[in-house]
């Protein structure tokens, strides 16, 4: 497998000194420019066939070791340097220097945030100048956008050295915004430059901040307060990257119903608010001390007691783990212990989040072992499995894992390429 060995012996390496201002204005960093018709949001980078501007250029491999790209490590625009946050490639899951091989399914991220000012009304893009793809190994990238998902195969784009991935409608919003990439298949590719354009020239970026709101919704479960009242659970998931606690104030419909102070890391907050017995708009703001941080229109429905055993997730150690841990229910010590399977055959067994297939459910799971492995399926018939990079090829069928149930004595999910619903109805409800 080829590497990307000119990432090696670079020569004439030029280094910047980390700006730590609101807005590093720099050869390497490029905020609020037109370029014809379109307003460049910003950009990371210069377009000059070079990604010696960026992290870990000067080390290669190594250098991307030493920053893995974390899912919630985010390279905050504005408040970031390039030089010191943004890694100069994004490897793929073939990639075994990047942490990813037969022991583990681990995914790299390329993860940015940034604070618009108001919500575009035209269409906008990520743009990728790119200085490399690896030559016998392109990779299929992901692009999310606030939770949105694009798939781009870099198969086809070969000799483009630019390119132009449009966002989803709507996916961008009025304050806080989370673009992530990572390859689903295939290798590396190089960055020269990464922008965000928009056809709506009078769309701008807000102040940067040192936080990112993840996301904002209402938990699908209800509770009871300590007089016996039915409350509902708004969660605010918010990314803090400064070490010191910072306290944001949650609005709805206009009115401060909370302030909470949010430490150093990823934490999902409850703001309990009175249960609705009709489906309710909602308004919601999360401000800091600069303004509105994150806004957002959501609705409130009715919805059942939570009961003591939703707490329990079934996929927690499934992301970057060890692979003998499956979301299906079981009983302590029990023979039987049913659960659907994604990982390769030989002695490997186990279920990875990451892996949006599946091979079937095993009515057997113990340590690294499984049996009796069993797949609903029809049409064409096959005598294979078909693996996770390639899952055409046999009977494993793709899956969003975003669709998925997993709780307590209950797993189900959708099979994609038979339309099969595995779960509670059919036959295979487990």
């Given at each position: 497998?080829?590497?990307p060995?000119t990432?090696?012996?670079?020569?004439?390496?030029?280094?910047i000194?980390?700006?730590?201002?609101?807005?590093?204005l720099?050869?390497?960093f490029?905020?609020?420019s037109?370029?014809?018709?379109?307003?460049?949001?910003f950009?990371?980078?210069?377009?000059?066939?070079?990604?010696?501007?960026?992290?870990?250029?000067s080390?290669?491999?190594?250098?991307?070791?030493?920053?893995?790209?974390?899912?919630?490590?985010?390279?905050?625009?504005?408040?970031?340097?390039?030089?010191?946050?943004?890694?100069?490639?994004l490897?793929?899951p073939?990639?075994?220097?990047?942490?990813?091989?037969y022991?583990?399914?681990?995914?790299?991220?390329?993860?940015?945030?940034?604070?618009?000012?108001?919500?575009?009304?035209?269409?906008?893009?990520l743009?990728?100048?790119?200085?490399?793809?690896?030559?016998d190994?392109?990779?299929?990238?992901?692009?999310?956008a606030?939770g949105?998902?694009?798939?781009v195969?870099?198969?086809k784009?070969?000799?483009?050295?630019?390119?132009r991935?449009k966002?989803p409608?709507?996916?961008?919003?009025k304050g806080?915004?989370?673009?992530?990439?990572?390859?689903?298949?295939?290798?590396?590719?190089?960055?020269?430059?990464?922008?965000v354009v928009s056809n709506?020239?009078?769309?701008?970026?807000?102040?940067?901040?040192?936080?990112?709101?993840?996301?904002?919704?209402?938990?699908?479960?209800?509770?009871?307060n300590?007089?016996g009242?039915?409350?509902?659970a708004?969660?605010?998931?918010?990314?803090?990257?400064?070490?010191?606690?910072?306290?944001l104030?949650?609005?709805?419909?206009?009115?401060k119903?909370?302030?909470?102070?949010?430490?150093?890391?990823?934490?999902?907050?409850e703001?309990?608010?009175?249960?609705?017995?009709?489906?309710?708009?909602?308004?919601?703001?999360?401000?800091?001390?600069?303004?509105v941080?994150?806004e957002?229109?959501?609705?409130q429905?009715?919805?059942?007691?939570?009961r003591?055993?939703?707490?329990?997730?079934?996929?927690?150690?499934?992301c970057?783990?060890?692979?003998?841990?499956?979301?299906?229910?079981?009983?302590?010590?029990?023979?039987?212990?049913i659960?659907p399977?994604?990982?390769?055959?030989r002695?490997?067994?186990?279920?990875?989040?990451?892996v949006?297939s599946?091979?079937?459910f095993?009515?057997?799971?113990?340590?690294?072992?499984?049996?009796?492995?069993?797949?609903?399926?029809?049409?064409?018939?096959?005598?294979?499995?078909?693996?996770?990079?390639h899952?055409?090829?046999?009977w494993?069928?793709?899956i969003?894992?975003?669709?998925?149930?997993?709780?307590?004595?209950?797993?189900?999910?959708?099979?994609?390429d038979?339309?099969?619903?595995?779960?509670k109805?059919?036959?295979?409800?487990?």
């Amino acid at each position: 497998m080829s590497k990307p060995k000119t990432h090696l012996h670079m020569k004439n390496i030029k280094c910047i000194n980390p700006l730590w201002l609101a807005f590093p204005l720099c050869a390497h960093f490029l905020i609020g420019s037109a370029s014809g018709k379109e307003n460049i949001l910003f950009q990371l980078g210069v377009v000059n066939g070079s990604f010696n501007e960026f992290a870990g250029s000067s080390d290669g491999e190594r250098g991307y070791v030493r920053r893995l790209g974390d899912r919630d490590k985010l390279f905050m625009v504005g408040v970031d340097d390039p030089a010191m946050g943004w890694n100069y490639i994004l490897p793929g899951p073939l990639d075994h220097w990047a942490g990813v091989g037969y022991w583990s399914w681990r995914i790299n991220f390329s993860p940015l945030s940034f604070t618009l000012a108001e919500a575009p009304e035209k269409p906008c893009a990520l743009v990728l100048d790119l200085v490399d793809i690896h030559p016998d190994h392109p990779p299929v990238i992901r692009v999310e956008a606030n939770g949105q998902q694009v798939d781009v195969d870099l198969s086809k784009r070969m000799n483009d050295k630019q390119v132009r991935i449009k966002l989803p409608q709507n996916s961008l919003c009025k304050g806080s915004n989370i673009i992530r990439m990572h390859s689903r298949f295939g290798s590396w590719i190089t960055f020269d430059a990464v922008s965000v354009v928009s056809n709506d020239a009078t769309l701008k970026l807000a102040k940067p901040r040192t936080l990112a709101v993840q996301n904002i919704y209402f938990s699908n479960k209800e509770q009871k307060n300590t007089e016996g009242e039915r409350q509902s659970a708004l969660v605010v998931d918010v990314i803090n990257r400064i070490d010191s606690e910072t306290p944001l104030e949650i609005w709805v419909d206009g009115k401060k119903v909370q302030t909470h102070t949010f430490p150093r890391g990823r934490q999902a907050w409850e703001v309990m608010l009175p249960a609705e017995i009709v489906v309710t708009k909602r308004s919601v703001q999360v401000r800091d001390a600069k303004g509105v941080l994150a806004e957002k229109m959501l609705i409130q429905k009715p919805a059942g007691l939570q009961r003591l055993s939703d707490e329990v997730n079934l996929l927690a150690g499934t992301c970057n783990s060890r692979w003998m841990f499956t979301p299906g229910p079981a009983m302590p010590m029990s023979l039987m212990r049913i659960a659907p399977e994604n990982e390769p055959a030989r002695w490997k067994s186990g279920y990875d989040y990451q892996v949006e297939s599946i091979v079937g459910f095993g009515h057997i799971h113990e340590w690294t072992m499984c049996g009796l492995l069993t797949m609903p399926h029809h049409g064409a018939m096959f005598v294979k499995a078909g693996d996770r990079l390639h899952p055409d090829n046999g009977w494993r069928s793709r899956i969003d894992p975003k669709e998925a149930v997993a709780e307590a004595g209950k797993y189900s999910v959708t099979l994609l390429d038979t339309g099969i619903k595995a779960g509670k109805g059919s036959a295979c409800a487990y």
